[in-house]
């Protein structure tokens, strides 16, 4: 915990399954920047929820940012949903994203999602 004139800055606390997963970052300072995590069968992320926890720290009640996602049967996120804003994605069959990032002829990412204004340079 950091300390300024005797009042907590930060204090945060992190659980986790038995898999090693993170399942909760509670802020007991700043309590609307608490998270809860949910995932899948194969330990893959499911959801992100951050804000207020609950009493029993079980479910975010006042939800200021969510984020989701789906995988194919490779483990690819085949869709991804940030705030309520979706971004479908499909794969070829080297599982390189397609439509939303490009590649080299060595099947290296140029271009990432979200990185629209300049790409990699994968020459480095």
Same mark, same amino acid.
């Given at each position: ?20 997963? +993170?399942?909760? +970052? ?5 309590? /609307? ?15 992100? *929820? +951050?804000?207020?926890?609950? $009493? %029993? ?11 989701? &996602?789906?995988?194919?049967? $490779?483990?690819? &996120? ?10 479908? +994605? $499909?794969?070829?069959?080297? *599982?390189?994203?397609?439509?939303? /990032? $490009?590649?080299?002829?060595?099947? %290296? ?16």
């Amino acid at each position: 915990m950091t300390l300024k004139n005797n009042n907590p800055l930060v204090h945060i606390i992190h659980s986790y399954d038995y898999s090693g997963n +993170r399942t909760k +970052r509670h802020d007991s300072v700043h309590a /609307a920047n608490s998270e809860l995590y949910n995932y899948d069968n194969l330990g893959q992320i499911k959801t992100l *929820n +951050r804000g207020t926890l609950n $009493t %029993n720290q079980t479910a975010v009640t006042t939800v200021n940012h969510s984020e989701s &996602w789906n995988f194919d049967q $490779t483990g690819n &996120w085949s869709q991804y949903t940030k705030n309520g804003t979706t971004e479908n +994605r $499909t794969h070829n069959a080297a *599982n390189e994203l397609q439509d939303i /990032a $490009t590649h080299d002829t060595n099947g %290296n990412m140029t271009l990432m999602p979200g990185n629209t204004t300049h790409g990699i340079d994968s020459s480095k």
